[in-house]
């Protein structure tokens, strides 16, 4: 099996969710699979995690729209991050900036994606999962510390760190 990206309506009928209309606009060869996706502030393409069957690594992949925000003929899929690394949970800031979480340090840091390269802008000791930005731009993720993962607010550095000086604690 796979794990394919599709569309559908949320609807309520009789008190009970139902989705209508699905459709599958990413077909993923089997054993892959795509995960946290997230529709660009624009809603004119689907940022998402895509992990092939039998590579370690995860890419970060945007499928965009041919028009009006629906899937159609000439939609198409392309990598923005395809490394060795796991490259996931994409999100987006107030400001419409690109953001997602990648191991490349060897450590779960955040990444800002703008203009086709990366930024760490994070030097995290332990991980990062899960980011969103609240409307006024404050980070929130879940962090790893040596008690477990836990809810909190994360400061960035917008300028950014040298992922070859990362400072990983064992």
Sequence with gaps: GSVD???????T???????EGKRKIVDAAPGDRI?????????KSIVFAWKKEG?????????????????????????????EAKNRFPAFDPKNVLYY??????????????????TMVTNMTGALWLPTFHPKGDLYASVLKKEGFSAARVETNPAGFDPAKAKIQV
């Excluded at 009928?13 to 989705?19: A, I, K, Y």
């Excluded at 191991?103 to 203009?115: A, H, I, K, S």
């Design 101 to 118: 979480v990648s191991d490349r340090t060897g450590v779960d840091n955040l990444y800002r994606f703008e203009n086709g390269r990366s």
């Design 13 to 19: 009928r009789g008190g009970e969710l139902r989705l």
């Design 55 to 83: 590579q370690l690594s995860e890419g970060l992949y945007r499928y965009a729209f041919a028009n009006s925000g629906k899937p159609a003929e000439g939609s198409r899929v392309s990598p923005l991050v395809a490394d």
């Design 5 to 11: 990206l599709a569309m559908a309506r949320l609807t």
């Design 35 to 43: 995960a946290n996706p997230k529709f660009s502030p624009d809603q």
